[in-house]
């Protein structure tokens, strides 16, 4: 028997899926999730190409089926992999793989453990991050690390940007890691998580802009949560604004209030914490159209004068 079973979803559930199926791996089954409602899918579906490849793929709930353990059980897999997968696969299933169970992490481990770590490392300020193949425990993101590859953060990268990024090198990290996983010498380098950061998962209400955060906060935040997430969002004249995109302004200064507005000729003005300011790109007002800077400043421009953002 032998094989590999594959849990999957999003960009690096494809690219790793797809890397195996190209490297002619023996994929005997496919375990994704259903695309949520109302979520943008901005990558290819794992299901589509399983179905490529002849594999009906299974449905998430059904990994907590009895009948899908003993499934899993007569396929004896020699792997199990997880490639941005979810849901925490239970530690039945996981021992099921013969020669491991392995999951495909978006960040450099042990940094940025747990839940959205693209999003938190831009959040966060970090100038890199990566993709680390490491064995699952029943422990989050905590197993001994097989490899990991860098990528670099840019000051304007948002978090799409670098998540196609993480899906790239993480399709990399997995040619380079089977050979050897397969030959039964990869490495096995123990995590130090007292070196690392864990996160939870993020809300599209933590995306609320405080104002009194300095500029470069604000800055990440709004990149971090950027499209296809829902957003950093402000208050303006009692309106829900979803700010999409920023930049750091070198207009600043002194004994101003935090969300304090000034307009340019074509473009919006905000003070932060900190007496520098963010330039506000492209945003888009609760019930309208996502504006430019410039459409931006016109929709500000009203009768009543220009309020400080909350």
Request: glycine letters at 10%; proline letters at 7%.
């Amino acid at each position: 028997m032998g094989g590999i079973v594959v849990c999957g979803y999003s960009d690096v559930g494809y690219k790793c899926l797809k890397t195996l199926f190209d490297a002619g791996e023996s994929v005997r089954l496919v375990y994704t999730h259903d695309d949520a409602p109302g979520e943008e899918r901005w990558f290819d579906s794992v299901a589509e190409l399983a179905r490529e490849h002849g594999i009906e793929p299974r449905r998430v709930d059904d990994l907590g089926d009895p009948g899908d353990e003993a499934r899993i059980r007569a396929v004896q897999p020699d792997f199990l992999f997880s490639f941005y997968f979810r849901k925490m696969i239970p530690a039945g299933i996981l021992s099921l793989a013969r020669r491991g169970a392995l999951n495909m992490h978006g960040s450099l481990l042990p940094h940025f453990r747990g839940r959205s770590p693209v999003n938190w490392a831009i959040l966060k300020g970090a100038t890199e991050t990566g993709a680390s193949l490491h064995y699952m425990t029943e422990k989050p993101d905590a197993g001994d690390l097989v490899d990991q590859e860098r990528v670099p953060i840019g000051p304007d990268d948002d978090a799409l940007a670098v998540s196609r990024r993480v899906s790239d090198a993480a399709a990399v990290v997995l040619a380079r890691a089977l050979p050897r996983l397969k030959a039964g010498d990869a490495p096995r380098i123990p995590l130090d998580l007292s070196k690392g950061s864990y996160f939870g998962g993020r809300k599209p209400e933590d995306g609320v802009i405080d104002w009194s955060l300095n500029a470069k906060e604000i800055h990440d935040l709004v990149r971090a949560v950027s499209k296809p997430w829902p957003g950093a969002f402000t208050d303006v004249f009692g309106k829900k604004v979803t700010v999409w995109k920023t930049r750091l302004s070198p207009y600043g200064g002194h004994d101003v209030f935090p969300g304090k507005v000034e307009l340019t000729e074509r473009s919006v003005i905000v003070f932060a914490g900190d007496d520098h300011t963010v330039e506000i790109l492209a945003a888009r007002p609760e019930g309208g159209k996502d504006l430019d800077a410039g459409g931006f400043r016109d929709w500000l421009v009203r009768p009543s004068g220009i309020f400080p953002l909350a």
